[in-house]
Nanobody, 127 residues
Framework: QVQLVESGGGLVQAGGSLRLSCAAS????????MGWFRQAPGKEREFVAA????????DYADSVTGRFTISRDNAKNTVYLQMNSLKPEDTAVYCC????????????????????WGQGTQVTVSS
């Protein structure tokens, strides 16, 4: 069992940056593949980024490639999402997700791959 708590959201102007954090409980955090999804008002939830439990593999949605970076610190039980060059269309509630895995390189981009979800943090980008 793992609990996820996101932080770092807020209001930022277009072109600005934010770093989201996701703190996870549980003793086996390093065995969890992690990711971020987002949902904008009136839109379906969509994949943003994913990272393997070792941190050796990452995956990104096309819309954020080159602007967002996912990383993790297993010693701190925390995963991060660095968001640069933010655009108004990045406005959404961002949720951290996790699933246990025994592969040190697998990443997962589908919602149904994940067992644990955080409550989310709001990111608003003004034009």
């Amino acid at each position: 069992q793992v609990q996820l708590v996101e932080s770092g959201g807020g209001l930022v102007q277009a072109g600005g940056s934010l770093r989201l954090s996701c703190a996870a409980s549980g003793r086996t955090f390093s065995r969890y593949a992690m990711g971020w999804f987002r949902q904008a008002p009136g839109k379906e939830r969509e994949f943003v980024a994913a990272i393997s439990w070792s941190g050796s593999s990452t995956d990104y949605a096309d819309s954020v490639t080159g602007r967002f970076t996912i990383s993790r610190d297993n010693a701190k039980n925390t995963v991060y999402l660095q968001m640069n060059s933010l655009k108004p269309e990045d406005t959404a509630v961002y949720c951290c997700v996790a699933r246990i895995t025994y592969s040190n390189s697998n990443v997962y981009s589908r919602q149904e791959n994940y067992d644990y979800w955080g409550q989310g943090t709001q990111v608003t980008v003004s034009s």
